[in-house]
Structure formats: C-alpha cells, structure tokens
C-alpha cells in the first residue's frame, strides 16, 4: 500500500497541566503528525507522583489542538468495559474532529494500579484470551449505530451509538503487541501494530523488531491479509536513558537519529514514536530533529 512516514510524540501525563497541554501543542508546531499518551491509574514506576487520566487527558488535547492526530498508547483493557471505551473514544473523536486513532493493548500485571483501587489484575493469560472479543467489540460499537454482540466475556444488546464517528468507518484501531500471539491479534484486528524492545543496544534493537516483523508477516499470510495494509509503529525506547539521568542517546546527533531511522525502516516500520525529552538540555534536539530531519526522512 506504500503508507507515508508518521512521525509520533511520545508524550506521558506527568506534569502539571499546563506544561502537559504545552508539549502536546509544541509537538503539533513542530509538525508531528500523531501525539500519544499512557494509560495508567498512576505512574506505575513511582506512584506519588503526578498522573492524569488517559481519555480526559485526550479530550483536553483534543480542544486544544487543531491538525494533531491523537491517541492511546495504549488503553489497557482491564481497566474499562468495551463498550465504555468506545463511548469515550467516540466522544473524543468529535471532540477532535475526527482526529482520534483507538489504541488498545494488555497493560502490565505489575501495574500497582489494579491493588490501589481495588480492581481486578487479571492474569496476562485471561487477558490474552478476553482481547480478541474485546478489539472486536469496540471495532463494531464504533463502525455501527446499534450493536449485538454475544461472546464468552463481554455482551451488549442493541446497543446504540451516536453522533456516528466524523470517519468512516470508524477511527482507526491500534493493537499493542510484543509476543508471537499479540502479534498475530494485530495482524487480524488492527489498522496499525505498535511494538517496541527493551534491548539496550540499538542494533539488538532492529534484529529483535526485525524477526517481529517476519512472525507478522507469516500471521498475515495465515489469514490471508496483505501484509502492506498493516502500519506498522515503533516506540524508540532508550534502555540506557534511565541510567544516564533520562538522556535519550537518539538525541544527541542528527546523524545518530537518521541512522535509526534508516535502520527501522528498511525493515518495514512506517510510524515512528519519538519520547518527549525527559531533559531540558535536549528540548532543542528534539525540535531540530522535528524542523530539520521530518522533511529529509518523509520524501
């Protein structure tokens, strides 16, 4: 299908609002095409520490941005009823103006969330088995102006939704998905596959993202989807950022990011998720990098 490079802000909820809503607007200044934010009841690695909601964060954003596409990276699916989601994504979506991209994934069992407010944490195997009823569910609620729908987790009756979504047919879902069977739910389910590796070396980094790409391909195959009608989005995670004092390396020179780059996307990625900069000292790359680099690396 030959999608056209994204670029993506990486951007979590915890600031204080109005730096929050500044950096989601200067990363629709700098020309990124998506902003995405986390799902959590709280910083799940340091708790007292400041957190806003996934969805009202995105309803903020949403009314004040203007081109920005917006999204969940991602919503956990423990935390709300289907239904309920695609309520708030739709909602958000006008509120955007049909801006909205609904990203869904399995959270972590070792979010402290869950116990803080005494909700279930399910298991990662029950959540792996409730996700395929779950993506489909809210793909159907958010495509249809009324819903039935009976699975062994989840039932809605007639369940209607209105104003319909400003795209058609509905916003475009993303599935989370690091193992070979998430992988395979993205290959059936979604519009784009987000993934990421935890590896600290760069290079260990495009071999593991690589050998993904092949097991997604191999799942579309099986199923008979065209592998080319998949976006496929990478988190450019920095392992070695929490030891340098959150110094993201991809930062540090033009050279180093467009080497990234070229290494990601020789191997299929379209979309490229860029952390906002933990550090004052690297603002100024990351706009050089948005003003001077997005126009080479998109033609």
Known sequence: MG???????????????????????RAEDL?????VTADHWCDWSNPPSNWFELWTTLAGVAQATSRIRIAPCVAQIPLRNPAMLARQALTVDHISGGRLEVGLGLGMPIDPSYDM???????????????DEY???????????????????????EATMNPRSPQRPRPPIT???MGPVMIGKAARYADTWNTMSFAEDFDDQLKEVGEKIAVCRQHCETIGRDPETLRISYNMFDAKGRATGGEIRYYQS?????????GLAEVGITDFGLYYPML???LDAFESVATELFPKLRS
């Open 3 to 25: 999608y056209e490079v994204r670029f993506q802000a990486l951007i979590l909820p915890n600031v204080e609002w109005d730096e929050l809503i500044g950096r989601f607007k």
């Open 31 to 35: 020309g990124f095409d998506l902003a």
């Open 117 to 131: 407010i005494g909700m279930e944490n399910w298991t990662n195997k029950k959540r792996v088995a409730q996700f």
């Open 135 to 157: 993506v489909e569910l809210v793909g159907q609620l958010l495509a249809n102006e009324a819903t039935t729908y009976k699975g062994e987790f989840y039932e809605v009756n």
């Open 175 to 177: 599935v989370a998905a």
């Open 254 to 262: 033009h050279q180093v990011f467009e080497d990234l780059i070229g």
């Open 280 to 282: 004052d000292s690297q």
